[in-house]
């Protein structure tokens, strides 16, 4: 079967660093995206690997190892608007179609 | 400024009835998905479709319809056939099918009673 997991909650204070991490199991990767999504509001893209190593944009980064099936979102200087869902997606062909599998994300709560 | 919108932001609807949720986009996307997404979960894919006139069924359609009568244009019915209707329900649109970002809508919030 195809599935992604991810931490349901994670807390953090103003200033720090939080890494939130994914591991999946699918059957045609192509590659990993993360989103962040503010309650009652739109997912936004913020990332994707299809390489193994970090990427990094601003204050976010992300990487991916493919042999180990797994990748994280970092985040740095944690702010108070961070506070939100963010969800891996695997980029995935299995079916002959492109598809995204989404996880069902990670709460990140950032206290002051 | 280029965006996928959807409408209404809420919808309230008696059990038995068919509603529609609209979905535009005017990236010159060619794919367009609807998405489910219930309280703790990820989201589900419920219909996608790679070009006009195409569709496809996702990991949970049924109980829904959707059509893709223009490229800008992906509406999607909820029937009296679905038996859990009341969720949030997103809209999203990629370059092609697949492509590395996707673009979200606002979401409609549909709850049945």
């Known amino acids: 079967g195809q599935s992604l997991e991810q931490p349901s909650e994670v807390t953090a204070v103003e200033g720090a660093i939080v890494q939130i991490n994914c591991t999946y199991q699918?059957?045609?990767?192509?590659?990993l995206s993360w989103y962040q999504q503010h309650d009652g509001g739109a997912p936004t893209f913020l990332s994707y690997?299809?390489?193994?190593g970090l990427e990094e944009t601003g204050r976010f980064s992300s990487f991916l190892s493919r042999s180990d099936s797994y990748g994280y979102l970092l985040l740095q200087e944690l702010q108070m608007k961070d506070s939100a869902s963010y969800f891996c997606a695997v980029r995935d062909r299995g079916s002959g179609t492109y598809k995204y599998i989404f996880g069902t994300g990670t709460r990140l709560k950032v206290l002051a | 400024d280029g965006g996928i919108t959807q409408s209404p932001k809420y919808l309230f609807r008696k059990e038995g009835q068919n509603v529609t949720l609209s979905c535009e986009q005017n990236?010159?996307?060619?794919?367009m998905y609807w998405y489910r997404q219930d309280p703790g979960q990820g989201l589900r894919l419920i219909y996608y479709s790679q070009i006009v006139n195409d569709f496809q069924k996702g990991d949970i359609a049924e109980g829904y319809s959707v059509s893709r009568e223009k490229k800008e244009s992906f509406p999607l019915t909820v029937t009296s056939a679905q038996k859990n209707p009341t969720a949030f329900y997103l809209c999203?649109?990629?370059?092609?099918?697949?492509?590395?970002?996707?673009?979200f809508g606002q979401g409609t919030r549909l709850t049945v009673v």
């Open positions: 999203a649109s990629s370059a092609e099918m697949g492509g590395t970002e996707a673009f």
């Open positions: 699918t059957s045609g990767f192509y590659g």
């Open positions: 690997n299809a390489l193994d």
């Open positions: 990236l010159n996307h060619d794919a």
